[in-house]
């Protein structure tokens, strides 16, 4: 059977892997996104917007299932080079779990690790991510927005499946997001690897990536309020979204038999 990837045209990125940002979801991704862009890279993350947001989740998806799952054969790095297209950088789910293969296949590019105690990271995907997986509307929705919901949930399910078995509540979870970390620090070359805690700001960061400090504070964007707000607004605006055609056809009958009740009242 063919794979997404394939049916893609030969690609020849313009600008080389330069970083892989290999922390787990809720470590700090989110700012670390706005502070890369701050400092001249182009990276991607769950949040960058995106004009085709079905094809990339469903190659990033299709490569989870040929690597962890046995789905096909797993993507090399002219597959890569196709999924990232222009960006340099990479974060967050689902390209962290891919640190080994960045790692072996764009031996130039560093390597960050964020990472934050394993409690308050469970504690973090249980305020955040969690709750949005299993949101009983969006469990119904996906099945008829194949352009951003179904392939952005069944990304991040494919994911957590890779990385807990999506046994969300259990508490090994926290042990499997330490094991993660434990297999980046031991499997990645020390000269192209930092690991960046939450709150430590640009120092670090800059010393590692060899770039002037910026002479403004440190991004700090994403936590639990700001995650449910935006999830919010984005459910809102994509079950608007999927009523309008609906609603074009339907509220004229609706209003032309209230008027019809009126006049024969």
Known sequence: MGRLIDKEPPYEPETPLRLVVVGLSRTGTASLYLALKELGYTPWHMCEPIDDPSRMYNQWTEAMNCRFFGGNRPYNRKDFDKLRGPYDALLDIPACLFWDDFHKLYPD?????TTRSADSWFKSIHGTIVPWL???LLKVLQYFDSQRLGPEMRMVRTAYKVICNNDYHSPETMDRFLQHNDRVRNGVDPDRFLELRLG???EPLCAFLDVPV???????????????QGAEEADAAMLTGMLKPWLAVF?????AGLW???LKS
């Open 134 to 136: 299993e949101k009983p």
């Open 200 to 202: 430590d700001g640009w």
């Open 214 to 228: 910026p002479g403004k504070p440190y991004p700090r964007v994403n936590n639990t309020n700001e995650f449910n």
């Open 260 to 262: 019809y009740c009126f």
């Open 109 to 113: 590019a560093k390597i960050i690790l």
């Open 251 to 255: 509220l004229p009958v609706i209003v």
